[in-house]
Nanobody, 119 residues
Framework: VQLQASGGGLVQPGGSLRLSCAAS????????MSWYRQAPGKKRELVAI???????NYADSVKERFTISRDNVKNTVYLQMNSLKPEDTAVYYC??????????????WGQGTQVTVSS
């Protein structure tokens, strides 16, 4: 299983970006898809998660600004980021928990995409 993330870049404060992450490979089903971020010198933190059959959850710092969504047909997760702040600057990683051909649920990470919010 591979995760391919895209959509990062440089944006001014108050701007918007949309990240995408597509999962491919021998996937039977996906239990959860999520976005994490890691700023320089800080620990990786959960930004948003969407679990099958449940509503999305967000870190307090991004509530009302970020929206996570999922396309079950394409096995793709999106993160719409609005009203971006300099403190949102980080490498963003997508994650999925997927049931694979062996029948087991496995945790996978994408390669990370840089988001820089600066004037």
């Amino acid at each position: 299983v591979q995760l391919q993330a895209s959509g990062g870049g440089l944006v001014q404060p108050g701007g918007s970006l949309r990240l995408s992450c597509a999962a491919s490979g021998s996937i039977l089903s996906i239990y959860a898809m999520s976005w994490y971020r890691q700023a320089p010198g800080k620990k990786r933190e959960l930004v948003a998660i969407i679990v099958s059959g449940r509503s999305a959850n967000y870190a307090d710092s991004v509530k009302e600004r970020f929206t996570i969504s999922r396309d079950n047909v394409k096995n793709t997760v999106y993160l719409q980021m609005n009203s971006l702040k300099p403190e949102d600057t980080a490498v963003y990683y997508c994650n999925t928990v997927a049931r694979v051909s062996s029948g087991f649920y496995v945790d996978y990470w994408g390669q990370g995409t840089q988001v820089t919010v600066s004037s």
